[in-house]
């Protein structure tokens, strides 16, 4: 299952994947993240969590341009329901020099509602995940 979010523009910013062989859920942000995309986007990761019953979250934030504002919001609002939804851990990429790892930072040590671990390389935070998400 592959779902694609678009802005007004016709852009794709977030794309969801459900990957049934790491047992995980997979999203790619890309392009600059508005709040309105934000939060469409965290309520249909919310609702892909429970629909399929999966645990963990596999973030890739590497192509995104600009802040990751709204920190505060997810820690507050997004986290608590995620969790009630079934997430329980969450690793997150950006890129190293991205100004978006400042809020992904801020949104870890905010919550505590789910695992949540950031990340520079791709496949440091697939090994991290993996320890979580095993085939039950």
Not at 6 to 30: A, P, Q
Not at 56 to 82: H, M, N, R
Request: proline content about 2%; hydrophobic content about 40%; glycine content about 6%.
């Amino acid at each position: 299952m592959i779902h694609r979010l678009t802005n007004s523009f016709g852009k794709v910013y977030m794309t969801i994947y459900v990957d049934r062989e790491e047992k995980w859920l997979r999203y790619i942000r890309e392009g600059y993240q508005s709040e309105n995309n934000i939060k469409t986007g965290m309520a249909a990761l919310t609702d892909t969590i429970r629909q399929t019953g999966l645990e963990c979250v596999l973030g890739d934030l590497s192509l995104v341009v600009g802040p990751i504002s709204y920190s505060q919001w997810t820690a507050i609002e997004w986290a608590p329901q995620a969790s009630k939804a079934g997430l329980k851990h969450m690793a997150l990429v950006v890129a190293p020099e991205a100004i978006a790892g400042v809020g992904l930072e801020n949104f870890k040590n905010s919550q505590t509602h789910v695992e949540t671990k950031v990340f520079f390389e791709l496949e440091e935070a697939k090994r991290w995940l993996r320890q979580f998400c095993k085939v039950r």
